[in-house]
């Protein structure tokens, strides 16, 4: 009997399926890549009408008018259509004149409400002829590390430019240039360049989750943003006061999750509290027994979740009186003290 080689392909051969494999791969991917661009397209329909573009002016008065003037940029948002506007602190800090450029091209001179420079805030106003395209503001305390953040500004002057990555942080502590500790911050790898400062971070959504303050300079993929809570307590105070007058602590704290088992000892309402970083020496937390690594979960009649909610007792009508707090140290054991709040050196 002859012997004959039979070159027989079934659908499930390796070879086939492979093939199939592939192909099948290759059409998911594109059909993800889509829905990533689609997603991106469809924010910065929503965000970029309200991203404005803050042209600021300085001079010095003690000079000559042929004293050179120096002059500088960023990035804005509009957060009510009767024309308020957010951006960061230093970028309008000394301005002489600030003008507000809109995606349309209009132009208007705006006037600085007020700043907070401990959060790198600022809140300026327009008056303009027509109602502006206000943004929708998200909840920062339901962000995720890993999820799409999406940034839009004015680096170096090129007008509404995007940027988009993931939130790799949440709860970090950043110093500003002029040294003081801004806390809770966004870290995200979203890139930014000088003039995305003030310019929004937003979610997949297209609701704003953070306002873009600071880049690591000389690293890639390190960058920051208010978290849209802080940003809509102080604007709150701005609008009402022109200032953020505070209580004073002494400590520089972020949030940290609690472990399950002491969440359960101490029969806590929350599964978060601030984690004190450090404590000045002198200070109304020092001088109250705090320390570094304790971890505040009490204030007054308030329980402690977030740096947030530190931020929100220390008002001015805490300054001078004496709260209860109440810590864990080392996480087993919950004490109880008494802080008196000074007034804020900001």
């Given at each position: 009997m002859d012997q004959r080689d039979f070159d027989i392909s079934f659908p499930d051969s390796p070879a086939i399926s492979e093939g199939s494999g592939k192909a099948a791969q290759a059409e998911t991917d594109e059909r993800l890549l889509d829905v990533y661009s689609q997603t991106v397209i469809d924010v910065v329909k929503q965000v970029g009408p309200s991203v404005v573009h803050v042209h600021v002016r300085?001079?010095?008065?003690?000079?000559?008018?042929?004293?050179?003037?120096s002059e500088g940029t960023g990035s804005g948002l509009v957060v009510t259509p009767d024309g308020y506007i957010v951006t960061n602190s230093h970028v309008v800090?000394?301005?002489t004149s600030v003008q507000i450029s809109l995606p349309?091209?209009?132009?208007?001179?705006?006037?600085?409400?007020?700043?907070?420079?401990?959060?790198?805030?600022?809140?300026?106003?327009?008056?303009?002829?027509?109602?502006?395209?206000?943004?929708?503001?998200?909840?920062?305390?339901?962000?995720?590390?890993?999820?799409?953040?999406?940034?839009?500004?004015?680096p170096y002057g090129f007008q509404n430019t995007v940027t988009a990555g993931v939130i790799s942080a949440l709860g970090r502590s950043l110093r500003s240039r002029t040294g003081r500790l801004i806390e809770n911050v966004i870290q995200t790898d979203a890139a930014l360049n000088p003039g995305n400062s003030g310019g929004p971070l937003a979610d997949s959504n297209g609701r704003v989750i953070g306002i873009n303050t600071a880049i690591i300079q000389h690293a890639q993929g390190?960058?920051?943003?208010?978290?849209?809570?802080?940003?809509?307590?102080?604007?709150?105070?701005l609008l009402r006061e022109g200032k953020v007058t505070r209580g004073f602590l002494g400590i520089s704290g972020q949030t940290v999750p609690l472990p399950a088992r002491v969440v359960r000892h101490f029969l806590l309402p929350q599964e978060t509290g601030v984690y004190v970083v450090q404590v000045a020496e002198g200070s109304p937390a020092d001088s109250a027994g705090l320390k570094e690594g304790d971890v505040i979960i009490r204030l007054g009649d308030n329980a402690i979740a977030t740096v947030d909610d530190v931020h929100r007792l220390l008002t001015k009508e805490t300054t001078g009186k004496k709260l209860a707090v109440v810590l864990l140290r080392d996480w087993t054991q919950r004490l109880e003290a008494s802080v008196v709040p000074g007034r804020s050196p900001d």
């Open positions: 300085h001079g010095d008065a003690t000079r000559t008018q042929s004293a050179r003037r800090e000394n301005a349309d091209g209009s132009s208007f001179q705006a006037e600085t409400i007020g700043q907070d420079k401990a959060t790198d805030l600022a809140l300026l106003k327009v008056s303009p002829t027509a109602n502006l395209p206000a943004a929708r503001l998200g909840n920062s305390d339901q962000l995720q590390v890993g999820q799409i953040a999406i940034a839009i500004g004015n390190i960058c920051f943003a208010i978290p849209v809570n802080t940003v809509r307590w102080v604007v709150t105070l």
